[in-house]
């Protein structure tokens, strides 16, 4: 899967324990960013995960990203994809991978 950020594309592998230390590591509880749906911070962890980058640096490049006309939900959607797409994740979140 590939997320576009600031007319730069980014390849995103699947999610892994590494990427969940990487998003604690910048101040963001994942789990609790996903269960009470915070979208701006969820964004900036996982640009930090795809851009492999500080904290600082996610906020930087999200701000860009939307003072440039892209959208913070189009990396929030990237976010719940790579999560659907991560066994880990499912695992981790309780995300229960039946679509019904």
């Given at each position: ?9 980014y ?21 609790e ?6 979208v ?11 851009a ?5 640096e ?16 189009d ?14 994740f ?11």
């Amino acid at each position: 899967m590939n997320i576009k950020i600031n007319q730069k594309n980014y390849s995103v592998a699947e999610l892994s324990f590494k990427d969940m230390v990487h998003m604690e590591d910048m101040g963001f509880s994942v789990i609790e960013m996903f269960q009470k749906a915070k979208v701006f911070s969820l964004a900036v962890a996982f640009v930090g995960v795809c851009a492999n980058c500080s904290r600082e640096e996610a906020e930087h490049l999200c701000e860009q990203h939307v003072l440039g006309g892209g959208k913070i939900e189009d990396i929030y959607e990237a976010f719940n994809k790579a999560v659907e797409d991560s066994g880990f994740f499912k695992k981790l979140l309780g995300v229960n991978g039946d679509k019904k």
